[in-house]
Every structure is written in C-alpha cells, then in structure tokens.
C-alpha cells in the first residue's frame, strides 16, 4: 500500500455523511441510533443516510452491531434511542408502514420448505399485493430459478434456497432492500445474479443498505462503503474513491486490527 493511498484513505475516514444530489431526500435515515440489551450497548449512537439508487455495503467485525441495525431498519427490534426513518416512515411509530416498503433478507430465507419455489413466491405476490400474475415466473427467471419452478424449496441446496429468497425480496419492487448476508452460500452463478438485482434495484430507484464479511465482493457491488465498529460508523467512503487495497487497509485501521 502506498503513502499516497493511506492519505487518502485517512482523509476519506472523516466523511460522516452523505452528499444529497438534487436535493434527494434520505430512503433511510439514522439519527443517533441506539440499541441495548441489557447492559449490552450494541448500537451506540449511529448516524447514516442511504438515498434513492444508492447501493450501501455496511461491514465490521462480529458482534459490531450490523445484524442489529438491519433487524431495527426492518422493525424486527425496537431502538432504544434515537432515531430512525425507512422511506420517510418512523421505524417506531409507523412500523406498519415501514414493513411494506421495506425488502428483506436475513440470515433465516422466510421460505416455506414444503412449497415448491413457484408456490412461495405466489404467496408472497399474495401478501404483497403484487397482482401482475407473470411477475413470479419473470422474478425466477432473474435468480436463475425457472427450471426449479415446480420443485418443492426444501429439496434445493443452500444456494439455491438464497437465490429464492432474493426473488422473494424483489417481488414486489420496494423502494428499501435490506440485505444481511446476500452473498451467503452462493456459488459464482447466484453472485451473478445478486450483483445483476443490486444494480438493477438502484437503477430503478432503490435504495441498498447490504452487509458482507467479503470485503472485495462487497465493494465490487456497492456505490458507497461504511465500516461499523463498535456499534458506530467510523468510516465511509464512495465506492470511486477506493480500490481494494485502500478498503481493506481503511477497514483494518478503523476497527483496531493488525495485520
């Protein structure tokens, strides 16, 4: 790594925030975020804003309070303090609201195993109120699953199992996708097919907050990076003004590793 890299990437460390381009307003919008569990302070102040067509790659070490911050973005977990807005609706006060508008994808797919893939998605079209009938068949056909159609989800490997879990999570088109993990158990093919429903959500106007312990994946699939270290987001940078190298040293400073 070169002296001209580290200063870079020194100086990047000090962007906070986001520019708002035309005056966008925030898809997703923290404010002094905080979440406890009993004496454990998990999020402890995070502040961090996602707009329209942004892909947001969070990453930090285990236990840095990233799955915590997806589960309360999806009202999953109530904040203990703070603030939080997932496309402009409070994620306390109007949680209804926020679940409808909100995609996403833990570390459990929400499949049904006994069902078929084309029968979990139609249920999900159901619960959704996604009524064009041909928007299953065209989202398996987008995760590469239109031969699987007619086979009963349990019976499909791991990868497999994701792939159809990203489809369910691009059925209905939400403004918000919130993904812990996309990337997990995916071979080559089913990377493909995340980086191909990233891009094209943000094209459409999504916004992308998604977690990865891949760090060179991950920055290949996002327009902007934040580091999560200690329940706070120490670091954020465009995805422009870094390369792999800059990112992962970046990274390492901002949570205390050595090499």
């Known amino acids: 790594m070169t002296s001209n890299g580290s200063q870079a990437t020194a100086a990047l460390a000090g962007t906070d925030r986001q ?14 975020l905080r979440r406890s569990f009993g004496p454990v302070n998990v999020l402890r102040g995070v502040d961090l804003e996602v707009l329209p067509g942004e892909r947001v ?26 603030q939080a807005r997932v496309a402009g609706f409070d994620v306390v006060r ?11 994808v833990g570390h459990q ?11 979990n998605l139609a249920f999900y079209a159901r619960m959704y109120g996604v009524e064009d009938g041909s928007r299953c068949r065209e989202t398996l056909w987008l995760v590469g699953l239109s031969e699987r159609a007619d086979k009963q989800t349990r019976t499909l ?26 990337d997990a158990g995916l071979d080559q093919q089913g990377i493909t ?6 891009r094209g959500s943000a094209e459409s106007g999504c916004a992308v907050l998604f977690t990865s ?46 090499s």
């Open 157 to 182: 490997s791991r990868g497999m199992q994701q792939r159809l879990a990203l489809a369910r999570v691009a059925l209905h088109r939400p403004p918000v996708l919130l993904l812990d993990e996309p």
């Open 193 to 198: 097919v995340l980086d191909t429903l990233l």
């Open 57 to 82: 790659l969070l990453v930090g070490p285990n236990g840095s309070g990233k799955t915590t911050l997806i589960k309360t973005l999806a009202t999953l977990l109530r904040p203990t303090a703070g």
């Open 213 to 258: 312990h891949n760090l060179q994946r991950g920055l290949e699939m996002a327009s902007r990076v934040a580091v999560l270290s200690k329940g706070r987001i120490v670091f954020q940078a465009p995805r422009e003004r870094l390369n792999a190298g800059d990112f992962e040293e970046a990274y390492r400073r901002h949570i205390g590793a050595t």
């Open 94 to 104: 109007e949680a209804d609201m926020v679940r409808r508008c909100v995609g996403l």
């Open 19 to 32: 520019e708002r381009v035309d005056g966008a307003q925030p898809a997703i919008e923290l404010l002094g």
């Open 109 to 119: 797919t929400f499949l049904y195993g006994e069902l078929t893939a084309a029968e």
